[in-house]
T-cell receptor, first 117, second 113 residues
Framework: AQKVTQAQTEISVVEKEDVTLDCVYETRDTTYYLFWYKQPPSGELVFLIRRNSFDEQNEISGRYSWNFQKSTSSFNFTITASQVVDSAVYFCALSEARSNSGYALNFGKGTSLLVTP | DAGVIQSPRHEVTEMGQEVTLRCKPISGHDYLFWYRQTMMRGLELLIYFNNNVPIDDSGMPEDRFSAKMPNASFSTLKIQPSEPRDSAVYFC???????????FGNGTRLTVT
């Protein structure tokens, strides 16, 4: 079963537009962590944010903001006034404990964002 | 900090050959992860270590894959024998704690012909 769903496969916007990337997750744990990573065309994976399940405060970092809503199991990511350099694949990920005391960081399939001039 | 270092960056090999991917985690990080990225399956966790001990290898595809971490500063992922379906980008990542953000290496792009 897919633990993290990023329904938007590709998004294309024009520079300066705002864009929201959706992330819906599924877990039975009461304690879990949510992450967003960016993968630019060069291929590396860059950490953007981590949120724990007990902190539903929205977060803003420059042009980036995140909306965490447990009621809808969503952790959406908004880029305000998008720029060409924002073009990348963005991954949402869920960290939860496995029943056998293991650990899993499940990534969504990613949303490819293209920002054109 | 040098970050997570992976080698080689690219590897092209023929089916049946042994492939060894290498990773040096960030100093002081207790957790090391190996991920595989393909278009079809996205990012998959293969195995992770805590303090050099393999904790969960349930993501390792089959017996052809093996991973070791002989010390805190080095890990290998070996595929023997390699097959074309193993072609992917393999990422190594490390973290301070289990739920800490992962710091990824630049990946190894493996092509098996």
């Amino acid at each position: 079963a897919q633990k993290v769903t990023q329904a938007q496969t590709e998004i294309s916007v024009v520079e300066k537009e705002d864009v929201t990337l959706d992330c819906v997750y599924e877990t039975r744990d009461t304690t879990y962590y949510l992450f967003w990573y960016k993968q630019p065309p060069s291929g590396e994976l860059v950490f953007l944010i981590r949120r724990n399940s007990f902190d539903e405060q929205n977060e803003i970092s420059g042009r980036y903001s995140w909306n965490f809503q447990k009621s809808t199991s969503s952790f959406n990511f908004t880029i305000t006034a998008s720029q060409v350099v924002d073009s990348a694949v963005y991954f949402c990920a869920l960290s939860e404990a496995r029943s056998n005391s293991g650990y899993a960081l499940n990534f969504g399939k990613g949303t490819s964002l293209l920002v054109t001039p | 900090d040098a970050g997570v270092i992976q080698s080689p960056r690219h590897e092209v090999t023929e089916m049946g050959q042994e492939v060894t991917l290498r990773c040096k985690p960030i100093s002081g990080h207790d957790y090391l992860f190996w991920y595989r990225q393909t278009m079809m399956r996205g990012l998959e966790l293969l195995i992770y270590f805590n303090n050099n001990v393999p904790i969960d290898d349930s993501g390792m595809p089959e017996d052809r894959f093996s991973a070791k971490m002989p010390n805190a500063s080095f890990s290998t992922l070996k595929i023997q024998p390699s097959e074309p379906r193993d072609s992917a980008v393999y990422f190594c990542a490390s973290s301070l704690f289990r739920e800490s953000p992962l710091h990824f290496g630049n990946g190894t792009r493996l092509t098996v012909t």
